[in-house]
């Protein structure tokens, strides 16, 4: 028999006062209360009710046994509850992780629009670098940049994320403006602080070319700051498309060298297959791909 629907009749019977009562309360007869009874007896082996042919009464063990069931019958309704509530409207916190640069120029500017059309969602948006560990730092979504090799999670394409050389027209006017690759041996090149030897600067249709032979004079592993540095006119900088895109636009910054671009590389929105998506995620899909999916 189902232990929680014979807590859930032994409870009834001690607070109805019989077997009978009880009876008409789950609509069921009166054996089969007795039944649920006598099952929940055999587990403990301990006598819950005494019954007479005219009376009924905890035993001591019944009394507390039946306080512990009344405990454990409102968890079991709290839960169910609150996984009614959380089932139908988004609800609850929404754990993200996506890359510095994507993350702070765009999904960040584009979330009070997600959060004031579900204002029972709580956000918490972690933005870094690292690969996380979807299913042991309990993460709802994350936005991925490059080939995906977990195939265990539900990508959605989004627009390819590009890459842009770029510098301020000072710079420029002072030192001249590239026309190939191998032009950039003489210029400043600020560098992002994690790069390898072996994939600084590569240029070429296919990524090919020769790196920069110059040292770089900064290095920092966040764009925001090496696109800082590009527009006072400390050199050129090698940066995602969406960090530069307003300082491309009012001309604070030049773009260079398009033809020898890096190819885009995939963007992805990922998250863990589960056979029942709630609504806060499945909302959020829908923003995201909205905003940015690839068309």
């Known amino acids: 028999m189902d232990r929680l629907r014979s807590m859930e009749v032994f409870v009834g019977v001690a607070e109805a006062g019989s077997f009978t009562a009880a009876a008409r309360m789950f609509e069921m007869s009166v054996v089969m209360v007795g039944k649920h009874v006598a099952e929940l ?3 403990l082996g301990a006598r819950l009710i005494n019954r007479t042919t ?3 009464s905890l035993t001591e063990i019944g009394e507390q046994y039946c306080e512990q069931c009344r405990q454990i019958l409102a ?3 709290s839960a169910e509850s609150g996984a009614l509530a959380m089932g139908s409207g ?3 916190i929404l754990r993200i992780s996506a890359p510095v640069a994507f993350g702070s120029a765009l999904l960040a500017p584009l979330l009070p629009a997600y959060m004031s059309a579900h204002p029972d969602v709580s956000v918490d948006l972690e933005l ?3 690969i996380s560990d979807m299913v042991e730092e309990g993460l709802d979504a994350a936005i ?3 080939r995906l090799d977990d195939s265990s999670m539900i990508a959605r394409p989004l627009k390819p994320y590009g890459m842009v050389i770029c510098a301020s027209p000072a710079y420029l006017r002072e030192h001249g403006t590239p026309r190939t690759p191998a032009e950039l041996a003489h210029h400043q090149c600020l560098d992002f602080l994690h790069w390898r030897r072996v994939v600084r600067w590569r240029l070429g249709a296919a990524g090919q070319g020769a790196p920069s032979p110059q040292p770089s004079r900064f290095r920092c592993n966040n764009g925001t700051a090496l696109k800082q540095m590009a527009m006072h006119g400390f050199g050129l900088a090698m940066l995602a498309e969406v960090v530069v895109a307003k300082e491309i636009a009012d001309g604070d910054l030049v773009p260079l ?3 020898y671009m890096p190819p885009l590389r995939p963007l992805h929105l990922i998250y863990p297959r589960s056979r029942q998506t709630t609504p806060k995620l499945s909302t959020f899909v829908e923003f995201v791909v909205e905003n940015f999916g690839a068309r």
């Open 41 to 43: 007896e055999q587990r």
């Open 54 to 56: 005219r009376r009924q």
């Open 75 to 77: 968890h079991v309704q």
């Open 90 to 92: 988004a609800r609850g």
């Open 128 to 130: 870094s670098e690292r």
């Open 144 to 146: 991925r940049i490059g």
């Open 257 to 259: 060298l398009r033809d």
